[in-house]
């Protein structure tokens, strides 16, 4: 029989912009940002293929943005995934800023 894997764990990695879920650990997924202010524009959400399915991706940007809260900034859900997870749970949707063309504009440069 197997050992039984430890619970995942949420690391924010400020040093790269991103929160990081580790299992055993191990990176298991990320979903990245870029600070303007006192907005945390969330623009990439990615889980290796090997860990898809656990439910990895939710609990990542769950704690993610609870952390936000935590830290008195705002969300700009650019990627994709945290715009529909922020759209489900509206218990976010009170420090959620929309996305703008300024805000895209912005983020272009800050990437490049």
């Keep these: ?17 991103r929160y990081e879920i580790l299992v055993d650990g191990k990176r298991a997924g ?3 940002y870029r600070d303007r202010g006192a907005q945390r524009v969330f623009y990439h959400t990615e889980v290796d293929e ?3 399915g656990q439910g990895l991706a939710s609990q990542l940007v ?14 700009v859900p ?15 949707a009170d420090i959620t800023d929309p996305v703008t063309p300024e805000i895209l504009t912005w983020l272009d440069t800050e990437l490049r």
């Design 62 to 75: 769950q704690e993610a943005l609870t952390d936000v809260r935590t830290l008195g900034k705002r969300i």
């Design 50 to 52: 090997a860990f898809a």
């Design 1 to 17: 029989m197997s050992q039984p894997s430890a619970a995942p764990v949420v690391e924010r990695a400020d040093a790269r912009n």
């Design 78 to 92: 650019v990627c994709p995934y945290v715009a529909k997870f922020v759209k489900n749970h509206e218990e976010f």
């Design 30 to 32: 990320l979903t990245a």
